[in-house]
Nanobody, 119 residues
Framework: QVQLVESGGGLVQTGGSLRLSCAAS????????MGWFRQAPGKDREIVAS????????YYADSVKGRFTISRDNAKNTVYLQMNSLKPEDTAAYYC????????????WGQGTQVTVSS
């Protein structure tokens, strides 16, 4: 269904900032909750943040709370992850995912964008 493409990753120093974008195709973007996940080498994929269809409700992992902000622009079919005060432990491949209405499953995934934070 909805197709997702991440962008905005790169190499930054500790304390720097990046803004990730996830562009969605299709006409039903507004019916999906959206989330950002990340996976570092040798580690399990973990949820970083999520946002409801309306954008009114958000969730953040404890490890990023206060540093990352998730937002969405339904008119542009795009979800964002603003990452501030980056730490080396934030280094990972970041993926966006979509959750259809009434579903508990993250059904659609992007290909990922790499974020590397140097010491």
């Amino acid at each position: 269904q909805v197709q997702l493409v991440e962008s905005g990753g790169g190499l930054v120093q500790t304390g720097g900032s990046l803004r990730l974008s996830c562009a969605a195709s299709g006409r039903t973007f507004e019916f999906y909750g959206m989330g950002w996940f990340r996976q570092a080498p040798g580690k399990d994929r973990e949820i970083v943040a999520s946002i409801s269809r309306s954008g009114m409700s958000t969730y953040y992992a404890d490890s990023v709370k206060g540093r990352f902000t998730i937002s969405r622009d339904n008119a542009k079919n795009t979800v964002y992850l603003q990452m501030n005060s980056l730490k080396p432990e934030d280094t990972a491949a970041y993926y966006c995912a979509a959750q259809p209405t009434y579903s508990s499953v993250w059904a659609n995934w992007g290909q990922g964008t790499q974020v590397t934070v140097s010491s």
